[in-house]
């Protein structure tokens, strides 16, 4: 439902630089909590929102009435539509925004500040038609952990290096966890944008809405545990690789259970969504609307990559036959450190690869996550 | 120059060229995560958690039929059991669903 100015009923907006409510027509100004809701009762439970539904990758978009919506803030199609007036539930809290759109936009342009490698023709993107404010719905749970892990590891044997294998399991409790309550939304990403300051956040009103989007939680309950037992793993893994003393620790396998308490909170968090193609592909690249984090992959200018990696090869094969002909030119130095030289190639050799080749995965893995398209592949195939 | 000094250089030589295109490799990704990646650093468990891990088994050097004997024992949900009233929110989108499943099975029926 639309908040109007007191003063001249013109339509009211949100401004997280001043958290204040303003007026675009006489430019009166008022805290949310001051505004009077005059069917408070009849909202106690509920708040009006319009939703859209985007008819390429199936997300719902919610706007209050002051907003109307144009495309898809999670796919950037232009294929929207109304679908319905809708009365939600109300969330228990939410972050108000607290990072403008234009210091959203600063902080994604300080990303391409000096940047070779991203296509210039993104920054000409990066513009506020672009740049969509959305609340995503969380769920903030407190919960019972159990875990047990089979793992190995590599050890060194003398002059071998042999692979053992160890036994883990334990149990912790957890305060304050979000859990991303959009299944449009991948886990994986939504992860990325966190730390949020519950400190910040206020009781629900739906005034804070007003010139942003936002969503609703659309998960079940089983979703939800599904949703929590994953994000535990990913932060207990981390932590028992740890006490494994080992090199190349790894999870063989694992087993794990949650038990979230009576009073998960149903909270709105602030991110900006910047939505824009590139080569025909749809990519998001999201920003905490609270710290102004940025979390995504920018695609890369495939022929200065492939310049880089030219040049670097012809400089690294030129240091090491200029340093190799050095030594092989004194006969007494090459026969003593020969050996050592072979062995200290073969393990930069293969640091190298195996570093390289695990982070070149996880960068397109992510790049794949922040092509929009494969978001909603990624988080429809986990979810089910 | 016999065959097995040829050899020693050929391999030599594969090594020195795998060095390179390994290093070139990781240069790369050095760039590219610089660059191009933002915003992967997560959230640990320290931020969540008011203790410590409370650690119910940890056995280094097992042998190969631990990992039986570990699901056996751990393989029950401890916390089984345990009602808990779920929001009103999650209950609607649960109900949601149910019509929804309700009614692709009803068109499969038409189809």
Not at chain 1, 156 to 175: D, F, P, W
Not at chain 1, 182 to 190: A, G, R, T, V
Not at chain 1, 211 to 233: I, P, V
Not at chain 1, 288 to 304: D, E, F, H, I, L
Request: proline fraction near 4%; include cysteine; hydrophobic fraction near 40%.
């Amino acid at each position: 439902m639309a908040v109007l100015c007191s003063n001249c009923a013109g339509k009211l907006i949100f401004n997280p630089a001043t958290q204040r409510l303003e007026c675009a027509t006489c430019g009166s100004s008022f805290r949310p909590e001051d505004v009077e809701d005059k069917n408070a009762e009849l909202h106690s439970k509920y708040y009006d929102t319009r939703v859209y539904v985007c008819s390429h990758c199936g997300a719902e978009v919610i706007t209050s009435d002051t907003e109307a919506s144009s495309f898809c803030v999670y796919c950037g199609n232009p294929a929207i539509v109304f679908d319905r007036i809708s009365k939600e539930y109300k969330p228990d809290g939410l972050i108000p925004f607290q990072v403008t759109k234009e210091e959203a936009i600063k902080n994604i342009k300080a990303r391409f500040h000096r940047n070779p490698m991203v296509p210039k023709e993104i920054m000409g993107k990066c513009v506020p038609e672009n740049i969509r404010g959305i609340y995503v719905p969380y769920w903030v749970i407190n919960a019972d952990y159990t875990e047990a892990d089979y793992l190995s590891g590599e050890v060194k044997r003398g002059k071998s290096t042999v692979t053992k294998y160890y036994s883990r399991a334990g149990e912790i409790t957890v305060k304050n966890v979000p859990i991303d309550g959009s299944k449009i939304l991948s886990d994986d990403i939504s992860r990325k944008l966190e730390p949020f300051y519950l400190e910040d956040s206020k009781t629900f009103d739906e005034d804070y809405l007003n010139g942003f989007y936002s969503n609703t939680s659309d998960m079940t309950y089983f979703d939800l545990k599904k949703s929590a037992a994953y994000r535990c793993h990913k932060m207990f893994a981390d932590e028992i690789v740890k006490t494994v003393k080992a090199k190349n620790v790894k999870i063989q396998d694992s087993i794990y259970w949650v038990d979230i308490y009576d009073d998960p909170v149903y909270m709105m968090f602030p991110v900006w969504f910047f939505t824009f193609k590139y080569n025909d592909k749809p990519y998001t690249i999201l920003v905490n609307g609270q710290s102004g984090k940025v979390a995504g992959t920018m695609p890369w200018q495939k022929n200065r990559v492939i310049a880089l990696a030219v040049t670097t090869f012809v400089l690294v094969m030129t240091v090491i036959v200029l340093s190799i002909l050095g030594v092989i030119n004194n006969e007494l130095l090459f026969a003593s450190v020969a050996p050592y030289v072979l062995a200290g190639i073969s393990l930069l050799g293969t640091y190298s690869f195996t570093r390289g080749i695990a982070g070149l995965r996880r960068i397109y893995k992510n790049l794949r996550l922040t092509q929009s398209e494969d978001i909603f592949k990624y988080v429809k195939k986990r979810q089910g | 120059m016999n065959d097995s000094a040829f050899l020693m250089n050929a391999v030599f030589i594969g090594m020195l060229v795998f060095t390179g295109i390994s290093i070139t490799l990781f240069v790369v990704f050095k760039i590219l995560n610089r660059f191009n990646n933002f915003g992967d650093s997560f959230c640990k468990m320290d931020d969540y958690a008011p203790r410590a891990i409370h650690f119910l088994r940890d056995i280094d050097d097992v042998p190969s039929n631990e990992k039986r004997f570990l699901f056996a024992e751990y393989g029950e949900n401890p916390y089984e059991g345990r009602q808990h009233t779920i929001p009103e929110q999650l209950l609607k989108n649960a109900k949601k669903e149910s019509i929804e499943e309700q009614f692709d099975q009803d068109m499969e029926k038409y189809t």
